[in-house]
Nanobody, 125 residues
């Protein structure tokens, strides 16, 4: 089992920045795919950024490329999402997700086994 806990959400004005963190605990041995998803009210959950812990390949949703950066700290079992130049449309609950080993489509929810409880990000115009 892997337990994920997000932190770092909050409210910010458009153009501002936030940094989300996801602390992983439990059986974190072996490689993982890890990702950030978000879900706005009335909308489906969507993948935002993903990383493969073995090799470090990163993936970004087109709408966040150049603004968001996903990083991992394997020593601390922590996943981070640096969000810059935030826009009102980035407002959502952000979730950390993890899958052990091969994860298929990194932007599909079904690819992930473990989920955090979510953290709210609100961007005002």
């Amino acid at each position: 089992q892997v337990h994920l806990v997000e932190s770092g959400g909050g409210s910010v004005q458009a153009g501002g920045s936030l940094r989300l963190s996801c602390a992983a605990s439990g059986d974190t041995r072996s490689s993982f795919c890890m990702a950030w998803f978000r879900q706005a009210p009335g909308k489906e959950r969507e993948g935002v950024a993903a990383i493969k812990t073995f090799g470090g390949s990163t993936y970004y949703r087109d709408s966040v490329k150049g603004r968001f950066t996903i990083t991992q700290d394997n020593a601390k079992n922590t996943l981070s999402l640096q969000m810059d130049n935030l826009r009102p449309e980035d407002t959502a609950t952000y979730y950390c997700a993890a899958a052990r080993g091969w994860c298929g489509d990194v932007f599909k929810s079904i690819s992930y086994t473990y989920w955090g409880q979510g953290t709210q990000v609100t961007v005002s115009s």
